[in-house]
């Protein structure tokens, strides 16, 4: 007799016995592998964190990072090739095709930015601060930046644990389980915003305001989905989904609960005119992580949107569409216009940021696997751009710290050719110009939209790229046409270490092969129904 | 499944690819390499002809002669085609093909690059920049460019439009005048905004297809030809607006000409030379293989306009060419006006009309490509582009002053140059149709004999003067009728090739011999000559004989007016018949 069989003798009775069932939730445990992963890999962290003497923490935390999430995205991949799909815990999170492209785009963007993490030699002893809890400026804080002390590692079980809070996210299929999968990703991140080693004022000052505003709209969320609730009776996205297309109940809880909750995600994701935040920690906070935000929050914003939308409240696209019109319209304007105005490449690329989470809000606005296939796709190519681009950003450097004026890059190209020509690259796919990985994602996402008669959204998309390319040819301007500036407070370009050199070949070899090749890639990204 | 295209395409882009790692060889030698790489593509363009004119009765005559009736769907409209599936996932595919158009302009292209390379071959550049990637450079353009006209797939001509921009942002760039940077960005942009508009509409074109195919969208130029009527007009209106004002920018019409003239006079003389010649071209020949056949009711509906924009630009092009200070200014002004009889020819719907715009494509590149290299060598002697410092040059350089004559009366058209033919065409074409349009164009002709002349006047008759001619000092001297007692010859201590001082005996008002004032610089050289002969005999030689060239371009020319749904004229219907009974 084994095991199993006795338990279920035993059990036999108190199943018999219970008038009103607690039915077990039946947990597929192999269809959230991934997301077991990366949280076990998370509190491993935590644990070498306080069991490894402080000479082999880095080692040992970087294997631990890197294993967790190499092993979740193969364990991704082999359930996306085996169709193994579930609607697991409860309901509580969907497993289907859908998930896996999320899981594995996240998972390529989250291995690419620890790596960019990890890199100690750019920033001699990485990019964070050796001692979060040393006052700013004072002389232990300055011996530590002087004698490059390395950074604290408890900066990789951090990351863990934000990037399974973003597996989560677009997994959820039920209210609570994504408002617990936002604070899981989204803490993490507040900590990692303040911990830059090098300007570390206005690095706190970002991991601030970030948390403030952040806190603020997850009460917002919070507040939608209570009055989602309200209205449906239900936290699942099949029961609100059932009750918007029965039409029964208060339309005032509906429609308020809709606004309030879509509100919560477009923060996240820096939609304008809910973009406030971005700037300000982009600039502010360590350029792994602006890097590893820029392309993993997003992702799992988006991802997550177009889950909540599609599942529960595709009955109602007529009543939000137009209100994601004008939210489109205004984050591209905002973007491409406050873009051309900075002269902080991080601030740059934050605006532009906005102006690209404008193009992709149409992918969700057109609620089709097309749709859906080309945002998963945009938000890839546009992942690694990013992350690229913000790679180069820490190996031009201008006394100690990164040379972040736009003027500091006048002539890299005379200095290092390699990297401007990397950098042009990167600037060229924002641009979307073809051969460019940037390009099909924007095609693919136009395309999809225009299907579902939104042409002049398109057209009006169109205009603001254009305006965005303005400013990101004003770089590569700069780069190629200017003379480089000489003296004291010229910018320099620093070796790039092991990690950011894989870093850099990996996203510009993906930004040129996806440009030219793109079918293997478009078809890995093909979404199919989602379950609910 | 023919390699000629690909071959021409790829060939070039390796010799770029080459020319970017060529920094250890002597320059010397890199030189020659791109020089033989941008061969390759005038050898292989003999068979592409040759290929196409044997293809020409039996593809051509099969064409159903009314545009209502469909096209058979085995039908090819291309030869030397080649094509593999690119993107399934929105019905792309990597197609090549040439049609009369296409061949004539792609022939065009393997003709200037090396004329522009050879005359390039001692360009002197900005500090800093080599010689190597220049002509990388202008290599990658040639590819990216025979690819523009070589594409029969849409998405591939968008995409080879949008790659076109890179290398001539950089040429002008890196490699151009004093205002280089701003010049660049704003071509860029000019042509980006074109570019994203025309993406817009190739987007809609894919959605509306979609609609109509049961077999899913496409953007094979064929295959769209085949469901063009079908689109419901709003739709092609949409359409059209994006593929036109990409056009417009491009080729370029009035309100969005003013990127040319910047971009024209900043960049290097090479670049500028395929910039005015062949690149604009990309417009005019957008509007006739996308916007006349693939979207013939918007085509028809919106015509007024191109011609207004077209005779508004032959007339203010030429008005303001005149006015020029800036002899390379000057050179695209022209250009613009004569972009817009090259429009009003695609405009007006009959077979005579588009046959002459598409051999004025052809004629404008060789007889501007041929202006614009010896502006080049003017300005790169005199060391400055002001029409004010210039004056006798004639007498200086008798050879750049003939071979300029020829450019000047081949841009006036007159008969027996190259231009007459197809300006004549274009105005008989309108004539026939739209009367006024084409009085009120005539009226560019005696323009241009205007600027076209008062410029030579200027530049190369009279006495030898000013200061680029003579130097600062002497032009002063030279111009108060004084006589300069010493001066050491300029040319003793100047290295440069080109300063070869023009010594010659002067006698002044007194009968005592002193030397004449000296020219800083002599006439073209053996290898000048050389490169623009080639010039200079097609323009006289399609002036007395165009029919090689007019033979590829009727057919087709037939074929698009028929195709944008125009009443059938007399001379198509000829033309299609006369196929068929040859046959």
Same mark, same amino acid.
């Given at each position: 007799m084994t095991a199993t069989q006795s338990f279920q003798q035993l059990a036999a009775p108190l199943a018999r016995a219970a008038a009103d069932p607690i039915v077990a939730p039946v947990v597929d445990l192999r269809a959230v592998l991934p997301l077991l992963i990366v949280l076990g890999g998370a509190v491993v962290g935590v644990l070498v964190e306080a069991v490894v003497g402080r000479r082999n923490r880095y080692g040992a935390q970087v294997l631990v990072t890197l294993v967790s999430i190499v092993g979740a995205g193969v364990f991704t991949v082999i359930g996306g090739t085996q169709h193994h799909y579930a609607l697991t815990f409860s309901g509580a999170i969907a497993v289907d095709s859908g998930t896996y492209v999320m899981w594995g785009v996240l998972l390529v963007l989250a291995l690419v930015s620890v790596l960019l993490i990890a890199d100690r030699v750019s920033e001699p002893g990485g990019a964070f601060v050796a001692q979060a809890a040393i006052r700013v400026g004072s002389v232990k804080d300055r011996e530590a930046t002087a004698l490059a002390t390395p950074m604290q590692t408890e900066v990789f079980p951090l990351t863990l644990f934000a990037v399974s809070g973003m597996l989560v996210f677009p997994a959820a299929s039920d209210m609570l389980t994504l408002f617990i999968a936002l604070e899981v990703l989204s803490l993490p991140l507040y900590l990692l915003c303040g911990l830059a080693r090098r300007r570390r004022l206005i690095s706190q000052e970002a991991a601030v305001k970030y948390f403030?505003?952040?806190?603020?709209?997850?009460?917002? #969320?919070?507040?939608? $989905?209570? #009055?989602?609730?309200?209205?449906?009776?239900?936290?699942?996205?099949?029961?609100?989904? !059932?009750? !918007?297309? !029965?039409?029964?109940?208060?339309?005032?809880?509906?429609?308020?609960? $809709?606004?309030?909750l879509l509100v919560g995600l477009l923060f996240k994701a820096s939609v304008g005119p809910f973009h406030l935040w971005t700037p300000d920690v982009y600039q502010g906070a360590p350029t792994p992580i602006t890097a590893f935000m820029a392309a993993g929050t997003k992702l799992a914003a988006f991802a997550a949107m177009l889950r909540v939308m599609w599942s529960a409240l595709e009955p109602m696209v007529t009543t939000w569409r137009p209100v994601l019109w004008v939210v489109a319209i205004a984050s591209m304007v905002i973007g491409a216009v406050l873009g051309i105005t900075q002269n902080d490449i991080k601030r740059m690329l934050a605006y532009s940021s906005v102006a690209h989470a404008g193009f992709l809000i149409l992918g969700v606005m057109a609620l089709t696997q097309r749709g859906a296939s080309g945002m998963m796709f945009y938000l890839l190519t546009y992942g690694l751009a990013t992350i690229g681009a913000l790679a180069i950003l820490t190996l031009v450097r201008k006394g100690d710290g990164e040379a972040n004026q736009v003027s500091d890059w006048a002539g890299l190209a005379k200095r290092s050719p390699a990297l401007a020509a990397a950098m042009s690259l990167f600037l060229l796919s924002f641009a979307g110009i073809p051969l460019t990985s940037g390009f099909i994602g924007k095609l693919s996402v136009f395309t999809a939209a225009s299907q579902q008669g939104m042409g002049p959204l398109v057209v009006v998309a169109m205009v603001a790229t254009a305006i965005t390319a303005f400013f990101y040819l004003r770089i590569v301007v700069l780069m190629y046409f200017s003379e480089p500036q000489t003296g004291e407070g010229a910018a320099h370009v620093v070796v790039p270490g092991v990690p950011t050199t894989v870093v850099l070949v990996v996203c510009a070899l993906a930004t040129v092969v996806l440009g030219i090749v793109p079918s293997w890639? #478009?078809?890995l990204m093909t979404v199919g129904q989602l379950i609910y | 499944m023919n390699p000629l295209l690909p071959l021409m395409i790829g060939l070039p882009l390796v010799g770029a690819l080459v020319m970017m790692f060529s920094k250890n060889l002597p320059v010397r030698t890199a030189k020659f390499i791109a020089l033989g790489f941008s061969l390759l593509p005038l050898v292989l363009a003999v068979p592409l002809w040759i290929a196409h004119r044997n293809s020409l009765p039996v593809r051509y005559a099969d064409l159903p002669a009314t545009p209502t009736a469909t096209p058979p769907g085995t039908l090819s409209l291309f030869s030397s085609t080649f094509s593999v599936d690119w993107i399934p996932a929105f019905g792309v595919r990597f197609s090549l093909g040439v049609d009369g158009i296409s061949l004539v302009m792609i022939a065009l292209i393997a003709l200037l690059v090396p004329i522009v390379l050879g005359a390039s071959?001692?360009?002197?550049?900005?500090?800093?920049?080599?010689?190597?990637?220049?002509?990388?450079?202008?290599?990658?353009l040639e590819g990216a460019m025979i690819g523009v006209f070589a594409a029969t797939d849409v998405f591939l001509f968008y995409v080879m439009f949008?790659?076109?921009?890179?290398?001539? /942002?950089?040429?002008?760039?890196? /490699?151009?005048?004093?205002?280089?940077? /701003?010049?660049?960005t704003k071509f860029f942009l000019y042509s980006l905004l074109g570019g994203l508009m025309m993406l817009a509409s190739l987007i809609g074109l894919y959605v509306a297809s979609a609609d109509i195919r049961p077999e899913g969208g496409t953007l094979d130029f064929a295959e769209l030809r085949a469901i063009a009527s079908q689109i419901p007009l709003s739709t092609q209106l949409w359409i059209f607006s994006g593929f036109a004002l990409a056009f417009a920018i491009k080729a370029p019409l009035i309100p969005f000409h003013t990127w040319l003239p910047d971009a024209g006079a900043e960049a290097p003389t090479g670049a500028g030379t395929l910039l005015v010649g062949v690149l604009d071209k990309v417009g005019t020949f957008g509007f006739l293989r996308i916007c006349l056949p693939l979207l013939p009711a918007a085509s028809h509906k919106l015509a007024w306009l191109f011609l207004l924009l077209a005779v508004i630009g032959i007339l203010y092009g030429a008005i303001v060419a005149a006015g020029q200070t800036d002899i390379k200014r000057f050179v695209t002004y022209t250009s613009i006006a004569h972009f817009g009889f090259i429009a009003m020819g695609c405009f007006v719907f009959t077979t005579q009309a588009v046959s002459g715009a598409v051999l004025y494509m052809v004629n404008h590149g060789l007889a501007t490509g041929l202006l614009f290299l010896l502006v080049g060598m003017l300005t790169a002697r005199g060391g400055s582009r002001q029409l004010a410092d210039y004056g006798g040059v004639w007498k200086v350089a008798p050879i750049m002053g003939g071979f300029f004559l020829i450019g000047s009366l081949a841009t006036i058209a007159v008969p027996g140059t190259n231009s007459f033919i197809s300006e004549f065409l274009v105005l008989i074409g309108t004539f026939r149709v739209q009367p006024v349009?084409?009085?009120?164009?005539?009226?560019?002709?005696?323009?241009a004999a205007v600027y076209m002349l008062w410029i030579f006047q200027r530049v190369f008759t009279g006495p030898v003067r000013g200061s680029a001619v003579l130097g600062p000092a002497a032009s002063d001297i030279a111009g108060g009728g004084t006589v300069p007692v010493t001066r050491t010859p300029v040319s003793a201590v100047s290295?440069?090739?080109?300063?070869?001082?023009?010594?010659?005996?002067?006698?002044?008002?007194?009968?005592?011999?002193?030397? &004449?004032?000296?020219?800083?610089?002599?006439?073209?050289?053996? &290898?000048?000559?050389?490169?623009?002969?080639?010039?200079?005999?097609?323009?006289?030689?399609?002036? +007395? /004989?165009?029919?090689? +060239?007019?033979?590829?371009?009727?057919?087709v020319a037939a074929r698009t007016v028929v195709d944008s749904g125009s009443p059938v004229d007399a001379i198509s219907q000829q033309y299609l018949i006369g196929q068929e009974a040859g046959r």
């Amino acid at each position: 007799m084994t095991a199993t069989q006795s338990f279920q003798q035993l059990a036999a009775p108190l199943a018999r016995a219970a008038a009103d069932p607690i039915v077990a939730p039946v947990v597929d445990l192999r269809a959230v592998l991934p997301l077991l992963i990366v949280l076990g890999g998370a509190v491993v962290g935590v644990l070498v964190e306080a069991v490894v003497g402080r000479r082999n923490r880095y080692g040992a935390q970087v294997l631990v990072t890197l294993v967790s999430i190499v092993g979740a995205g193969v364990f991704t991949v082999i359930g996306g090739t085996q169709h193994h799909y579930a609607l697991t815990f409860s309901g509580a999170i969907a497993v289907d095709s859908g998930t896996y492209v999320m899981w594995g785009v996240l998972l390529v963007l989250a291995l690419v930015s620890v790596l960019l993490i990890a890199d100690r030699v750019s920033e001699p002893g990485g990019a964070f601060v050796a001692q979060a809890a040393i006052r700013v400026g004072s002389v232990k804080d300055r011996e530590a930046t002087a004698l490059a002390t390395p950074m604290q590692t408890e900066v990789f079980p951090l990351t863990l644990f934000a990037v399974s809070g973003m597996l989560v996210f677009p997994a959820a299929s039920d209210m609570l389980t994504l408002f617990i999968a936002l604070e899981v990703l989204s803490l993490p991140l507040y900590l990692l915003c303040g911990l830059a080693r090098r300007r570390r004022l206005i690095s706190q000052e970002a991991a601030v305001k970030y948390f403030l505003l952040g806190a603020f709209t997850s009460a917002i #969320l919070l507040y939608g $989905i209570a #009055l989602l609730y309200g209205y449906a009776g239900s936290l699942t996205f099949a029961g609100i989904r !059932a009750a !918007a297309a !029965a039409g029964t109940g208060s339309d005032i809880l509906l429609l308020l609960g $809709i606004a309030l909750l879509l509100v919560g995600l477009l923060f996240k994701a820096s939609v304008g005119p809910f973009h406030l935040w971005t700037p300000d920690v982009y600039q502010g906070a360590p350029t792994p992580i602006t890097a590893f935000m820029a392309a993993g929050t997003k992702l799992a914003a988006f991802a997550a949107m177009l889950r909540v939308m599609w599942s529960a409240l595709e009955p109602m696209v007529t009543t939000w569409r137009p209100v994601l019109w004008v939210v489109a319209i205004a984050s591209m304007v905002i973007g491409a216009v406050l873009g051309i105005t900075q002269n902080d490449i991080k601030r740059m690329l934050a605006y532009s940021s906005v102006a690209h989470a404008g193009f992709l809000i149409l992918g969700v606005m057109a609620l089709t696997q097309r749709g859906a296939s080309g945002m998963m796709f945009y938000l890839l190519t546009y992942g690694l751009a990013t992350i690229g681009a913000l790679a180069i950003l820490t190996l031009v450097r201008k006394g100690d710290g990164e040379a972040n004026q736009v003027s500091d890059w006048a002539g890299l190209a005379k200095r290092s050719p390699a990297l401007a020509a990397a950098m042009s690259l990167f600037l060229l796919s924002f641009a979307g110009i073809p051969l460019t990985s940037g390009f099909i994602g924007k095609l693919s996402v136009f395309t999809a939209a225009s299907q579902q008669g939104m042409g002049p959204l398109v057209v009006v998309a169109m205009v603001a790229t254009a305006i965005t390319a303005f400013f990101y040819l004003r770089i590569v301007v700069l780069m190629y046409f200017s003379e480089p500036q000489t003296g004291e407070g010229a910018a320099h370009v620093v070796v790039p270490g092991v990690p950011t050199t894989v870093v850099l070949v990996v996203c510009a070899l993906a930004t040129v092969v996806l440009g030219i090749v793109p079918s293997w890639g #478009l078809d890995l990204m093909t979404v199919g129904q989602l379950i609910y | 499944m023919n390699p000629l295209l690909p071959l021409m395409i790829g060939l070039p882009l390796v010799g770029a690819l080459v020319m970017m790692f060529s920094k250890n060889l002597p320059v010397r030698t890199a030189k020659f390499i791109a020089l033989g790489f941008s061969l390759l593509p005038l050898v292989l363009a003999v068979p592409l002809w040759i290929a196409h004119r044997n293809s020409l009765p039996v593809r051509y005559a099969d064409l159903p002669a009314t545009p209502t009736a469909t096209p058979p769907g085995t039908l090819s409209l291309f030869s030397s085609t080649f094509s593999v599936d690119w993107i399934p996932a929105f019905g792309v595919r990597f197609s090549l093909g040439v049609d009369g158009i296409s061949l004539v302009m792609i022939a065009l292209i393997a003709l200037l690059v090396p004329i522009v390379l050879g005359a390039s071959w001692e360009e002197k550049l900005p500090a800093g920049r080599s010689i190597n990637g220049y002509f990388g450079l202008l290599l990658a353009l040639e590819g990216a460019m025979i690819g523009v006209f070589a594409a029969t797939d849409v998405f591939l001509f968008y995409v080879m439009f949008e790659v076109m921009l890179i290398p001539m /942002y950089f040429l002008i760039g890196a /490699y151009g005048g004093v205002r280089r940077t /701003y010049a660049a960005t704003k071509f860029f942009l000019y042509s980006l905004l074109g570019g994203l508009m025309m993406l817009a509409s190739l987007i809609g074109l894919y959605v509306a297809s979609a609609d109509i195919r049961p077999e899913g969208g496409t953007l094979d130029f064929a295959e769209l030809r085949a469901i063009a009527s079908q689109i419901p007009l709003s739709t092609q209106l949409w359409i059209f607006s994006g593929f036109a004002l990409a056009f417009a920018i491009k080729a370029p019409l009035i309100p969005f000409h003013t990127w040319l003239p910047d971009a024209g006079a900043e960049a290097p003389t090479g670049a500028g030379t395929l910039l005015v010649g062949v690149l604009d071209k990309v417009g005019t020949f957008g509007f006739l293989r996308i916007c006349l056949p693939l979207l013939p009711a918007a085509s028809h509906k919106l015509a007024w306009l191109f011609l207004l924009l077209a005779v508004i630009g032959i007339l203010y092009g030429a008005i303001v060419a005149a006015g020029q200070t800036d002899i390379k200014r000057f050179v695209t002004y022209t250009s613009i006006a004569h972009f817009g009889f090259i429009a009003m020819g695609c405009f007006v719907f009959t077979t005579q009309a588009v046959s002459g715009a598409v051999l004025y494509m052809v004629n404008h590149g060789l007889a501007t490509g041929l202006l614009f290299l010896l502006v080049g060598m003017l300005t790169a002697r005199g060391g400055s582009r002001q029409l004010a410092d210039y004056g006798g040059v004639w007498k200086v350089a008798p050879i750049m002053g003939g071979f300029f004559l020829i450019g000047s009366l081949a841009t006036i058209a007159v008969p027996g140059t190259n231009s007459f033919i197809s300006e004549f065409l274009v105005l008989i074409g309108t004539f026939r149709v739209q009367p006024v349009w084409a009085v009120l164009a005539t009226v560019g002709i005696v323009l241009a004999a205007v600027y076209m002349l008062w410029i030579f006047q200027r530049v190369f008759t009279g006495p030898v003067r000013g200061s680029a001619v003579l130097g600062p000092a002497a032009s002063d001297i030279a111009g108060g009728g004084t006589v300069p007692v010493t001066r050491t010859p300029v040319s003793a201590v100047s290295t440069d090739p080109h300063r070869v001082a023009v010594a010659e005996p002067h006698t002044d008002a007194h009968g005592h011999a002193a030397p &004449r004032p000296k020219a800083l610089w002599g006439d073209l050289s053996k &290898r000048e000559i050389a490169v623009l002969t080639p010039l200079v005999v097609l323009i006289v030689f399609l002036g +007395v /004989y165009p029919k090689p +060239v007019l033979e590829v371009i009727d057919p087709v020319a037939a074929r698009t007016v028929v195709d944008s749904g125009s009443p059938v004229d007399a001379i198509s219907q000829q033309y299609l018949i006369g196929q068929e009974a040859g046959r």
